[in-house]
């Protein structure tokens, strides 16, 4: 299309220092091999990350790291002899592989790029990389600005220790002309709100021709997150308005002689039993239901939906329940509010509630119960038939667990590869709970209102999400300009 333009940035670092990471967090899937070894990607290789209807497309490029930098520099000094450039590239890719693959690095930055995105691994003091004043010097010979990337390794700190850091890396950088930003990797590869600093960031290096472009690839982007954000909070608030209006009736008590023999002398126990049936199938749809949502939620990220088990199980390991349990109950009821229980109870049919999945139900119907009635379940009688249903502090809690499986489905593997500790840190429920309490301080009556109005309440539901998480991530990421149609319901 006339006016459509091509936007190019090219990745490159030092060998093993984290390209191939960068690129899935950014491309949104597995691209290129991650692990722990020199020279990991071999070729120089194109992602789209974002196109338009007009026919724009932004491109990100993986190269192969740089390797000897001192010796790379000097052959640059054959640049203005083609032939004698070209003859020691060939021998070079037969007699030394890992130099010619960082030839081919910089061929690419060189010949694609509008803007080169350099990688450092900040995890170690400026001054001790000493590849780094000859990889300046090669930059410099591109002629294209640049971009510095902080990779920073390990769990989240607090704000002010990333920027001291950030802050040394600047400094330091300074000396260097071409390098013009320098960006804490972790800052935008944390959660997809934060990339727009790594965005707008780009926008302003990108050459004027293609700014017009740029803009519309930067107003897609945004369009495709909010509509994915939107998107998970609708599949987070069917489950829980699903687990809010459901309810398992009390099987009727059979009749004889003996059972109303062993009531009448107050050595029957059906009663409990019954009812602890009815409370352990409610626990099972409700496992059910979470594992979906997980998988919903995963899919919309472009993650592998086999990760679920992983995701709640993080999520079980960060959360504290809020209730009057012992250690071991209230890990058992983590498990069934964070949705890391299922699988283990999915045996129920075949074990009944004494044996396998069965034991695991009813110890965490216990839980539920141990906390008092009216926190786990709620009784009620509707036309002469007894049922029980999730009670509303219960199912607050359960909303607490949803919004930290949302945020942790979000950060999953962002920035780092595989998933690694310290993704769904325990102070995110801290911020879930005030938020939470801030936007619905009547618990009981919410959820009454949920199980009366219809699709009007599961309207509510939803935008109570849209605000609390949209809170959340706020407080998780302070000066971050979240977009305006995030806070708003679809």
Known sequence: MSGAVKVQFALVSHTNNGKTTLARTLVGMDVGEVRDAAHVTTFSESHVLQTTEQGD????????????????????AMAGNPIGWFLREVFDRYRDRPFWLSQQALRAARDEADVVLYLVNSGEHPRDAGYLPAEMRILEWLGKPVVVLLNQLGPPRPAADEQAEQSLWKQHLDQYPIVREVLALDAFARCWVHEHVFYEALGRLVPE??????????????????????????????????????????????????QSALKAVKLGKSDAKRQEAAMA????????????????????HRLDPGQASRINARVRDNFKVRAPLDKAQAG???????????????????????????????????A???????????????????????????????????????LAVAHFGRGRGN?????APPFWQAAVEASLQAHCPDTERFWQDLRTQGDKGAESLQRLLATVV???LARLYPGVQIPAQAAAAA
């Open 57 to 76: 497309s932004l491109l990100l490029w993986d190269t192969p790291g740089f390797g000897d930098s001192v010796r790379l520099l000097k052959r640059l």
């Open 209 to 258: 021709p293609k700014r017009a472009g740029y803009a519309r690839l930067r107003a897609a982007w945004e369009a495709n997150n909010v509509a994915r954000y939107h998107a998970s909070l609708r599949v987070s608030a069917e489950q829980l308005a699903a687990a809010a209006r459901d309810s398992e009736a009390v099987a009727e008590e059979t009749s004889g002689f003996l």
């Open 281 to 300: 199938k409610l626990v099972e749809r409700l496992e059910e239901r979470i594992a979906q949502a997980t998988g919903q939620l995963l899919t919309l």
């Open 332 to 366: 058992l009821l983590g498990a069934v509010v964070s949705g890391a229980a299922t699988g283990l109870s999915a045996d129920l049919m075949a074990g009944g509630l004494t044996l396998g999945g069965g034991a695991l139900l009813g110890a965490i119907v216990g």
């Open 368 to 406: 539920l119960t141990m906390a008092g009635a009216a926190w786990g379940f709620n009784t009620t009688t509707d036309r002469n038939q007894p049922t029980v249903q999730f009670a509303p502090p219960f199912l607050r809690t359960l909303m607490v667990g949803s919004i930290l499986r949302y």
């Open 419 to 423: 998933f690694v500790e310290g993704e």
């Open 470 to 472: 949209t809170e959340v």
